[in-house]
């Protein structure tokens, strides 16, 4: 059963960082190619990277490149999204994402929260 963990998501000031983690289990992590997307209130779910299976190629939402980092750790089973100089536009519902046997899994999402 594809289990997708995410943690790491709070409120944090207008130029502020923080670090989303998403542990995943119950597939082989290191084959897939794994994804963050984020959902705003009253908005549709967008991608906002992608990240290979050995974490050479990333890919980036234009509204996040230079701010935010994908990267992975096939070792823990983890792939992390590292945010930084974060603008109030960026709050949103973040969700880890990956396909498997053809089927999207997603995990339960991790509110990042950007205000003053």
């Known amino acids: 059963q594809v289990q997708l963990v995410e943690s790491g998501g709070g409120l944090v000031q207008p130029g502020g960082s923080l670090t989303l983690s998403c542990e995943a289990s119950?597939?082989?992590?290191?084959?897939?190619?794994m994804a963050w997307h984020r959902q705003a209130p009253e908005k549709e779910r967008e991608l906002v990277a992608s990240i290979g299976i050995t974490g050479y190629y990333t890919n980036y939402a234009d509204s996040v490149k230079g701010r935010f980092t994908i990267s992975r750790d096939n070792t823990k089973n983890t792939v992390y999204l590292q945010m930084n100089s974060l603008k109030p536009e960026d709050t949103a519902v973040y969700y880890c994402?990956?396909?498997?046997?053809?089927?999207?899994?997603w995990g339960q999402g991790t509110q990042v929260t950007v205000s003053s």
């Open positions: 119950g597939f082989a992590f290191s084959t897939r190619l």
């Open positions: 994402n990956t396909l498997v046997d053809g089927r999207n899994s």
